[in-house]
């Protein structure tokens, strides 16, 4: 079930398409079950090319927007959708082959093939009308390290951009803590109608990618590797999704360099040619009007920054982040 999974619930839209792509390859089969029309009855020339045509130009539209409700990227889906409706229309031709009243047709073949091939295509260029709904803002996701955060980010920038949430955190321990972070981020998602997406929570990887620097000061270079593999993250998927911008909440926290993410909001600006959007969310009051609407919200507000080295037993704990 975790294909049809988007933001934790499951995403309606995807299931549609899944059992109306599950009738369709039927229906094609199916139609392997009628007889051909004998030669001598008349027929409009090329018939049964317009049919193979318009059947596997059907199919490769629906595994298209299939995949692409699944969270995949235009492209990728694009590729998918025309392997699989090969796939298929070369199993059609083979199951043909074995019929006494049906022929197999390298023609009939490539009839499919240019369907599936005009409707790909007219994808690939149109895609975006699913993205860009909204033609006067540009997209923008938006890496959220927290709800607390995210609701005053999101509220400040919701004028000008359309924002999606990405929340990647495999900084974050122990899982429970995790977890308890996201219920907050899922529930502001909710309230305020935004997109979530999900990124894994693979901590013991973030472990492999700070060995060495556990013993770091927090604002040391420790925090500098942590910024950069959720930077890294979301600029991967705002360039698989066709995002504009991206950026993160991680500038409202006064317990971060500014400096240190802006440079490395760049740095991934330049490796992956998406717009940085360079902005210190603390500033103007930005912290404080992040308490304050967290406190509004009656939104959790945790005492640490993340991962377990900020969490240390005997360590003070600051007061909230
Ligand atoms: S203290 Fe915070 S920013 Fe620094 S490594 Fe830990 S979780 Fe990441």
New binding site residues.
């Given amino acids: 079930m975790f294909l049809f999974k988007k933001n934790n619930e499951i995403n309606k839209m995807a299931v549609f398409v899944f059992v109306f792509l599950i009738f369709w390859k039927f229906f094609i089969l199916w139609l392997l079950t009628i007889q051909e029309l004998p030669s001598n009855v008349p027929a409009p020339i090329f018939l049964d090319k317009i049919i193979h045509f318009s059947l596997f130009g059907v199919l490769s539209f629906l595994i298209f927007v299939f995949f692409y409700l699944t969270n995949n990227g235009k492209f990728e889906s694009i590729m998918i959708a025309f392997f699989w409706s090969s796939f298929y229309a070369i199993f059609c031709e083979y199951i043909q082959s074995f019929l006494p009243y049906r022929n197999a047709s390298f023609f009939d073949f490539l009839a499919g093939m240019l369907g599936a091939m005009i409707i790909l295509a007219a994808a690939f260029v149109k895609g975006g009308i699913w993205e860009h709904k909204d033609k006067r803002n540009p997209r923008l996701l938006l890496h959220i390290c927290c709800a607390g955060c995210g609701v005053y980010v999101s509220s400040l920038l919701q004028k000008n951009y359309k924002i999606v949430l990405y929340y990647y955190n495999p ?2 321990h122990p899982k429970a803590e995790y977890k308890k972070r996201l219920k907050e981020v899922v529930r502001v998602a909710k309230k305020y109608k935004l997109e979530l997406i999900l990124g894994p929570h693979s901590h013991d990887k973030w472990l492999e990618k ?1 060995r060495g620097m556990e013993n770091e000061p ?1 604002r040391g270079i ?2 500098e ?3 950069r593999d959720r930077l890294e993250k979301t600029v991967q998927v705002a360039k698989k999704r066709n995002f504009d911008f991206f950026t993160t909440t991680l500038t409202v926290s006064p317990h ?1 360099n500014f400096d240190i993410i802006k440079n490395i909001g760049f740095d991934m600006e330049k490796k992956y040619g998406v717009r940085f959007l360079c902005q210190d969310f603390k500033k103007d009051g930005g912290f404080q009007k992040s308490i304050k609407l967290s406190k509004e919200l009656d939104l959790y507000r945790q005492n640490y ?3 377990e ?2 969490r240390q037993v005997g360590k003070p704990k600051m007061k909230s982040l």
């Fill in positions: 900084n974050m700070i927090e420790r925090c590797a942590c910024f971060k920054c993340g991962c080295f900020s």
